[in-house]
């Protein structure tokens, strides 16, 4: 079975233009890495569990935030790896400079036995349309270009 993620992308107007909230992947390997880098909160569910659900779960693990409301579906989109990503478009506001992700751990450095701890989401911004699009995941452009589209 081909592995799925589930997330949302939230959006806000700020004199009357969108902004979308994105958040950067933690750990020492996105460390120095920005465009094309960023991403819906999301994450990946089982066929046992609802895809709205994950992505609401998703949501709160990698912001520290619960998130409710009138959720609007999005088209999936497929990454490069085979996943498919469902998402919902939202909505809303939520402070970036107040985020607190989930932690994950891997041996760091590389062979050296050595186990360290890291925030799976290490920030999150919002950001313009035109900005959004060179931030994000290149398939998940797909996402903010609906939220465009019927705004």
Do not use: C
């Amino acid at each position: 079975m081909s592995k799925q993620s589930a997330g949302i992308l939230l959006f806000r107007r700020i004199n009357n233009q969108l902004q979308f909230f994105l958040v950067h992947p933690g750990g020492p390997f996105f460390k120095n890495k920005d465009l094309g880098t960023w991403s819906i909160p999301k994450g990946e569910f089982l066929d046992d569990e609802k895809a709205l659900d994950a992505a609401k779960r998703e949501f709160f693990e990698e912001t520290g935030s619960s998130i409710d409301g009138d959720f609007i579906l999005l088209n999936p989109v497929i990454l490069k790896s085979g996943k498919k990503v469902y998402a919902w478009a939202l909505e809303g506001d939520i402070n970036h400079d107040n985020i607190v992700s989930n932690q994950f751990e891997i041996e760091w450095p590389p062979k050296s036995g050595k186990k360290q701890s890291f925030p799976e989401i290490d920030k999150g911004a919002w950001f313009d349309f035109e900005t959004a699009k060179q931030k994000i995941n290149a398939a998940q452009v797909a996402f903010v270009d609906q939220i465009m589209k019927s705004y």
